[in-house]
Each structure stands twice: as structure tokens, then as C-alpha cells.
């Protein structure tokens, strides 16, 4: 399978029109469509945020190799 990557600035949602592409017509293709944040610095400093409450956290009561056991069974459990 070949893989080709195109953007595009959608101007209306009911239809995404992508000209240009190397392929014969009556060719099956897939289209995979990922929509990019609107502000990606918002989410990496929401990210950034999380990792650093995440880590004092930690630092206040260490995590046992035991709850780290109980927690991963409790989540294999839960599948």
C-alpha cells in the first residue's frame, strides 16, 4: 500500500475535495482524516501542566512495586 499526505483547510464540512493525488481512476483508495488542533500550544501546556502535578505526586508518598502489581492486575481484570 502507498501512503500520500496531503493538507487542506476545510471550507465545508459536508465535503473535503483533494486534487492532485497519483492514483487511476476506479482505484479503491482509503482516506484516513485527522482533524489538527486548532491550538496546540494550549494542549502542550495543558500536557506540560498534568506532567508536572503527575510528578509531585509522586515525590509525596513513593509508589510500591506491590500497588504497581495491584493496579495492573485491577486494570487486566477490568478487560
Do not use: C, H, W
Not at 506540560?48 to 495491584?70: F, G, H, Y
Request: positive net charge; hydrophobic residues 45%.
Amino acid at each position: 500500500m502507498l501512503a500520500f499526505k496531503k493538507t487542506v483547510t476545510v471550507e465545508n464540512p459536508d465535503r473535503i475535495v483533494i486534487s492532485g493525488l497519483p492514483v487511476r481512476k476506479g482505484q479503491r483508495v482509503e482516506v484516513v482524516v485527522l482533524a489538527r488542533e486548532a491550538r496546540p500550544a494550549r494542549s502542550a501546556r495543558a500536557l506540560r501542566r498534568l506532567l508536572a502535578d503527575t510528578q509531585r505526586v509522586s515525590v509525596l508518598r513513593p509508589v510500591t512495586e506491590k500497588e504497581i502489581a495491584e493496579e495492573i492486575a485491577a486494570y487486566r481484570a477490568s478487560r
